[in-house]
DNA sequence: TCATTAAAATGAGCGTGATCATTTTATCTT
DNA sequence: AAGATAAAATGATCACGCTCATTTTAATGA
């Protein structure tokens, strides 16, 4: 039982593995399930028992470092930080791991983490969307920020943080540096609004 | 000659007719490309000849919509507008030739102005953001605002505008006035931004 | 030790969007 | 009117993501 339960894992990793691989040198849309599969060492069926779709296999990925971003996060920031310095971490924390799978995040994201669809049928997607929000949600209550209606502030900021990570992930100049331009634009913007709804 | 070329053009009138009707009533995903053929009168191979792929053939009647939305505006827009009125009437007049389609614009858009992609497989699609874009850099410039880096505008306008399309295309509260709601803020946020980029 | 049985792996097969060699149709030439 | 030629339609076929009935593997109990 011990044995399964490890060697299921060991599967899993082998898949995780191969797929990071591929997708890596190949790309996403140019991989195909078969070659993760015979790469991981078993059959294409199989690939299906641990991940319900290419999609979720990919985003599992993303959503892990996704989340030790966050966790990154949560272990750096500090009491004293104002508002815009507290999202600008949590958002660079998650670039920061996302950097290795740069050239495969914007096919990925834009599917599973949508701004034309709340709920997907990527799991991984829809809970580290859930789960970032829930943070962001954190820090504005914190603040004691938030004049604004809920699904305003929360589709304001979904757009404007997708299009950070969208620039980034084709972002080619010296150090992502255009990058880190928008993001102060944008949580300025994002700032100013909830704190002062009337400007 | 001229009678190919006629039958040509109702041929593709037939395909596009087809495909309307069934996005609308079956959904986008849920439509095959063999049932618009068959729903057309002509083979399966035949549609490709018109449009090269089903992407393609959706965003030629969204872009069709967009493209007389952005000529409604042209027509009633005045001079002593403000910008902000200028965009919010840009953007619904363009929502409102859109609403026949509602119920397939989001997997559509979602692939075909990506945020996460400038140049995607489906050239509809990028001139309709090619227009749009030189559209609101046109607005800007008329009313001589824009302080900050064309990047930086760009992609915040776009990422603001992909949500309002968005959210729009999923608003279940009445008349959408949510939509209109965020429409407010979004364009709001975007005019202080480009005027006034310190705040 | 060897049945029993549940879990896991397998790959043939499905429906999809898209391709392309072939066939059909329509126009032009004589 | 018949032949030549180009354009357009066709559907068998492909590669893909994914499914599922079947086979294989391995833990359990007598």
């Known amino acids: 039982m011990r044995i399964t339960k490890e060697a299921k894992k060991k599967t899993a990793q082998k898949i995780l ?11 996403y849309k140019d991989t195909t399930t078969r070659q993760i599969a015979e790469q991981a060492g078993i059959a294409t069926g199989t690939l299906f028992n641990y991940f319900p779709s290419k999609e979720t296999l990919a985003m599992s990925l993303l959503a892990e470092e ?15 930080e104002d508002f815009s310095e507290d999202l600008f971490l949590l958002i660079s924390s998650e670039i920061r791991r996302l950097k290795p799978y740069r050239k495969f995040v914007g096919p990925v994201l834009e599917s599973t983490m949508s701004l034309f669809s709340k709920e997907t049928s990527c799991p991984a997607g829809d809970s580290t969307r859930a789960e ?23 589709s304001l900021y979904w757009s404007l943080y997708l299009g950070i990570l969208a620039f980034w ?4 100049s010296r150090n992502q540096e255009e990058t880190l331009a928008l993001m102060d634009y944008s949580i300025n913007v994002f700032t ?6 009337t400007l």
């Open 132 to 154: 970032h929000l829930q943070a962001v949600r954190d820090i504005i209550h914190n603040h004691g920020y938030s004049k604004i209606p809920d699904y305003i502030s929360t």
């Open 192 to 197: 100013q609004t909830i704190s002062n709804p």
């Open 66 to 80: 996704i989340s030790q971003g966050r966790e990154d996060y949560f272990r750096r920031r500090s009491d004293d």
């Open 17 to 27: 593995r191969a797929a990071e691989k591929l997708f890596t040198s190949v790309g």
């Open 169 to 172: 992930s084709t972002d080619e």
